[in-house]
């Protein structure tokens, strides 16, 4: 908590002069932060700050269209601002100025990283706000949410010792366990990019959490000071990133068993001529089991993001129905996104009363939140989005030629343009959507294109040494063994570092590999796991080519880096 100072003198505009005072005295409150606004108008002087006040401040704010009496601050740094400024954003006011004349505490941070596949940029994100926070002087604790489960878990003691909560996450994160604490949310990316600088913002804009219902309100409130924050947290692709994270281990999990159930009893496992036997089991939990889960998954926890707990049952109910009509995962998205806004709105409105409000979480709300989604998937939006899927799906199954070339290029550029990133995940969402209605080949342009970026820097630095210095030739190596197990994020640090001419030469070979693998018509059942699942038997079609088309990209992408990247002086 800080102690700030405002003085505004603007004689002239005294309604205007009044609602900056309003405006910072609700920003510097909701941040936690003490402030005292003296007002200086024709009508006098309002809460003149005397010399004490003035030499504890942490940071003082000026906004002056007329006689401030500056000297009385003896030289203590002022942030000026204008009345315009101050109206707009308040909040940013004070945050420039806490910038600028923040005390040199060591604060206690605790933070949760978490990304929809679990695996790069939940890492690096954590990698990133330490190193952050080693440069401030704070002491933190990172627990990642990866796809291993949490690591590094804050204890009840790490949270209640915190001074500041930071959430870098792309999927919806429980915050129950940080209620009165402050806390700062925003994407991996932040964190990846520049740990220092999100440290630094989270600690002007960080609001205290309410667990209640309370919460929903206050961060309405807070809206227009947390405007980038609360646009991440409430986003729709955040909701929908958060589904698909849920729901990656169940296709994953299903692609592997049938691929397995393939590998023993062959392409026809699944006729009644093979009942009993291993490869048949392993092919109907793999295809009747997880495959069966992931549309109602994907449609629950898209709920569970908007919505919470409540929305759960809404959303897997809705996704038991798009599963059921044929509408896919096309439909368990739609379900997702009704369930959810549904119950939360519901959530708002429903006032019961504190001896009652225990029922809405259990009853009322799963029970009208299903019912409406229920009916609006039979009756509405249930067969329009069947028939819109079973278009695209034919579609897709009679794509050849030219149609298929230009798909996989530009599924393979979507992968390897922002690497992970909202574009990447679009693609890849995509493509595993897909496999529900058993098309196959556009997961495997999406996997051949997101190995290509950190295998063709790989081969780059192998070939064209003085292209990159000795650390980023060790960094290659790591990331060819990311690239081979479909870790397109290895490469994010090479395309940070020279973005103009790594991310072309990226693009460039991602297209290609995923053009040659759509027009050669290989098909992909697996959602991951890179070359390791290429030996598996029916894993994918057409393997010869699917490996020509991995090493052309690889091989452009490399050539690329060579001619694009200047020759380095040592």
């Known amino acids: 908590m800080s ?31 003490q402030i005292s606004i003296e007002i200086r108008n024709a009508q006098g002087v309002q809460g003149l700050l005397d010399a004490g006040r003035i030499a504890s401040a942490d940071a003082v704010v000026v906004i002056a269209e007329g006689d401030a009496d500056l000297a009385r601050l003896g030289g203590k740094p002022a942030h000026h601002a204008t009345l315009e400024a101050v109206l707009a954003d308040a909040g940013a006011v004070i945050g420039k100025a806490l910038g600028a004349h923040a005390p040199a505490t060591t604060l206690r941070i605790v933070a949760i990283t978490s990304c929809p596949t679990g695996i790069a940029h939940t890492f690096m994100a954590a990698e990133g706000l330490t190193q952050g926070a080693q440069q401030l002087g704070h002491q933190i604790k990172v627990e990642t949410q990866g796809s291993v489960g949490s690591q590094n878990a804050l204890t009840a003691s790490d949270i209640a010792d915190a001074d500041l909560v930071i959430i870098a996450a792309d999927t919806q994160v429980d915050l129950l366990r940080f209620d009165g604490k402050r806390v700062f949310s925003s994407g991996t990316k932040a964190a990846i990019n520049d740990g220092q600088a999100l440290i630094k913002r989270a600690q002007v804009e960080a609001r205290a959490h309410a667990a209640n219902g309370k919460a929903a309100a206050s961060a309405a409130a807070n809206a227009a000071a947390n405007v980038a924050a609360t646009s991440e947290r409430s986003s729709a692709y955040k909701h929908l990133m958060t589904g698909v994270s849920f729901m990656l281990p169940f296709v994953v999990t299903g692609g592997l068993l049938i691929a397995l159930g393939f590998a023993l009893g062959g392409i026809y496992v699944y006729e009644d001529a093979f009942k009993g036997t291993l490869g048949w089991t392993l092919f109907n939990i793999g295809a009747k089991a997880s495959f069966a889960l992931m549309v109602p998954i994907l449609a629950g926890y898209i709920a ?210 995923g053009a040659i693998s759509m027009a050669a018509g290989c098909e992909l059942r697996v959602p991951h796991g890179g070359v390791f699942v290429l030996p598996i038997p029916n894993a994918v079609t057409n393997l010869g080519m699917y490996l020509v088309a991995l090493a052309a990209g690889t091989a452009l992408t490399a050539v690329l880096l060579g001619v694009l990247k200047k020759a380095r002086a040592d």
């Not at 102690?3 to 609700?26: F, S």
């Not at 009363?353 to 029922?359: E, I, P, S, T």
């Not at 009208?368 to 039979?378: C, F, K, Q």
Request: net charge positive.
């Open 3 to 33: 102690t700030i100072l405002a003085i505004i003198a603007c004689p002239q505009r005294v309604a205007q002069g009044q609602l900056a005072a309003e405006a910072l005295r609700k920003a510097a409150t909701q941040a936690g932060h």
């Open 304 to 513: 569970y993001s908007i919505a919470d707990r409540p929305g759960i049952a809404p959303g897997m109910a809705g996704g038991m129905i798009a599963s059921s009509i044929g509408s896919g995962f096309l439909g368990g998205i739609v379900a997702g996104f009704i369930a959810g806004y549904a119950v939360k709105y519901l959530n708002e409105k429903i006032q019961l009363g504190r001896n009652f409000d225990g029922l809405k979480p259990v009853l009322i709300l799963p029970l009208l939140g299903t019912t409406i989604v229920g009916l609006l998937m039979y009756y509405v939006l249930g067969q329009p989005v069947a028939v819109a899927l079973n278009i695209v799906t034919e579609w897709l199954k009679g794509l050849q030629g030219s149609s298929a070339l230009a798909l996989g290029m530009i599924l393979g550029g979507m992968m390897a343009f922002d690497m992970g990133g909202p574009i990447n995940k679009a693609a890849y969402t995509f493509s595993t959507g897909l496999l529900a209605s058993q098309v196959y080949a556009p997961m495997a342009a999406v996997m051949a294109a997101g190995m290509t970026p950190p295998l063709g820097i790989a081969l780059a630095a192998l070939l064209f040494k003085n292209r990159f210095s000795a650390d980023e030739r060790e960094g290659a190596k790591a990331a060819g063994v990311l690239g081979i197990s479909f870790i397109t994020e290895g490469a994010i640090p090479f395309a940070a570092k020279d973005p103009l001419r790594v991310i072309p030469a990226l693009v460039a070979g991602s297209a290609l590999a």
